[in-house]
């Protein structure tokens, strides 16, 4: 395609090429990929002969190694994790092989996303940091919230109703789980030893290692009443 172009480019323009994908190398703050992973590319396969490489995807702005690709990055917050300034890049090309010149125009965010409190409370600290916010103050609010095992039943009501009447907005919680000291050993398995545990042991072994404790007595009975229910329509 570049090769094309260069035929066809008589006026010696500034030659723009847009992707949509991530480049390695490219710094990925505050990007929120956890689901699938990411894919890279190695920019040489974007090919020579453009002047400037207009980069989307990642969020966070920046100007890869060679200075002619750059990631604008999102005008505004797509995540909470996006803690960093943002903005817009201005882009100036005096002529096919100069140097793109950029400019970055910071844009002013009236709704802000914001961690409340920096660092994990307890639910109860975090809902009194959620009241105090202004009634005039406008954000959007995730609370850092520290819990040892799930989270406090109407936990989300409590937060929405706290900001019944305030400009805020709640948005989600961030849950920080505590890490209990335990004198348990670990347990290891390997496939063959795994096959002779039932579905409830597994499932005890699993809940033992992520929440230091022991699985209560109900949530067994219905995940042993669960397979039941499974094997049953498998033998149907």
């Known amino acids: 395609m570049l090769n094309r172009v260069k035929e066809r480019n008589q006026g010696n323009l500034p030659v723009v090429l847009m992707a949509h994908l991530a480049l390695t190398g490219s710094d990925i703050t505050g990007q929120d990929d956890g ?8 920019i040489r396969l974007m090919g020579e002969g453009y002047d400037y490489l207009a980069l ?44 793109p010149e950029v400019r970055t125009l910071p844009v002013r ?6 961690v409340l409190p920096s660092r994990a409370v307890s639910l ?19 609370l850092h919230v520290r819990i040892q095992d799930v989270p406090p039943a109407y936990c989300m009501e409590r937060a929405y109703e706290l900001t019944r009447g305030k400009q805020c907005r709640f948005c989600r919680y961030k849950w920080e789980r505590e890490v209990v000291e335990t004198q348990k050993e670990i347990t ?28 209560a007595p109900e949530m067994l009975d219905m995940l042993e009443e669960a397979v039941k229910r499974v094997r049953s329509q498998e033998e149907e």
């Open 35 to 42: 689901r699938g992973g990411m894919e890279y590319t190695d």
């Open 56 to 99: 989307g995807h990642i969020h966070f702005p920046q100007t890869l190694p060679g200075g002619r690709a750059r990631y604008c990055g999102s005008p505004l917050p797509v995540s909470f994790d996006e803690s960093y300034g943002h903005s817009v890049s201005l882009i100036e090309l005096a002529a096919h092989g100069a140097m």
């Open 109 to 114: 965010n009236v709704w802000p996303l914001k």
């Open 124 to 142: 109860e600290e975090a809902l009194e940091v959620l009241q105090a916010i202004p009634d005039e103050e406008k954000m959007y609010v995730q």
């Open 188 to 215: 290891e398995l390997d496939v063959d030893r795994l096959q002779t545990f039932s579905p409830s042991q597994v499932a005890a072994i699993y809940y033992q290692d992520k929440f230091q404790r022991d699985i």
